[in-house]
């Protein structure tokens, strides 16, 4: 039993006259090497991205009576474009090569369009109620 365990996880590279090296044996071609960043580009990026979550620590701390409304305003925001809007553009991306006008990309175009009429009502009305709730 062992012996053909062993002979069936057995790979073998098959040699053939046409390679001329062992380099040009392999399994799978090479992956393409990522692109690399410097390290003070990261360092920079990270730094960014500490500051911006410590503001909003912060800003959260100062005014712990709008955190509420302040979460309505992201939320009608990222909503509206991951619910509505972000699906139809990636579709019209998809079918885009297309030249002919068909019903879905109409439909499309309308789930877009009024995704976007819908963020931008319930951030007005959650900007509105911020702009009330301070005086």
Same mark, same amino acid.
């Given at each position: =039993?062992?012996?053909l365990t062993d002979h069936l996880f057995d790979v073998h =590279? *098959? $040699?053939h006259d046409a390679y001329e090296d062992a380099e040009d044996l392999a399994i799978a071609p090479p992956l393409p090497s990522m692109p690399t960043t410097s390290t003070s !580009? $990261?360092?920079i990026r990270f730094a *960014? $991205? *500490?500051f911006y979550l410590l503001s909003s620590l912060t800003c959260a701390a100062l005014f712990p009576h709008f955190f509420a409304l302040f979460a309505a305003l992201v939320g !009608? =925001?990222?909503v509206a474009a991951f619910v509505f809007v972000l699906p139809s553009v990636f579709y019209l991306k998809l079918v885009g090569s297309e030249s002919s006008f068909t019903i879905r990309k109409a439909a499309a175009v309308f789930v877009a369009l009024f995704g976007t009429c819908v963020g931008i009502y319930s951030s007005a009305d959650v900007l509105l109620k911020l702009g009330t709730s301070t005086s």
């Amino acid at each position: =039993l062992a012996n053909l365990t062993d002979h069936l996880f057995d790979v073998h =590279l *098959i $040699r053939h006259d046409a390679y001329e090296d062992a380099e040009d044996l392999a399994i799978a071609p090479p992956l393409p090497s990522m692109p690399t960043t410097s390290t003070s !580009s $990261r360092t920079i990026r990270f730094a *960014i $991205r *500490i500051f911006y979550l410590l503001s909003s620590l912060t800003c959260a701390a100062l005014f712990p009576h709008f955190f509420a409304l302040f979460a309505a305003l992201v939320g !009608s =925001l990222s909503v509206a474009a991951f619910v509505f809007v972000l699906p139809s553009v990636f579709y019209l991306k998809l079918v885009g090569s297309e030249s002919s006008f068909t019903i879905r990309k109409a439909a499309a175009v309308f789930v877009a369009l009024f995704g976007t009429c819908v963020g931008i009502y319930s951030s007005a009305d959650v900007l509105l109620k911020l702009g009330t709730s301070t005086s």
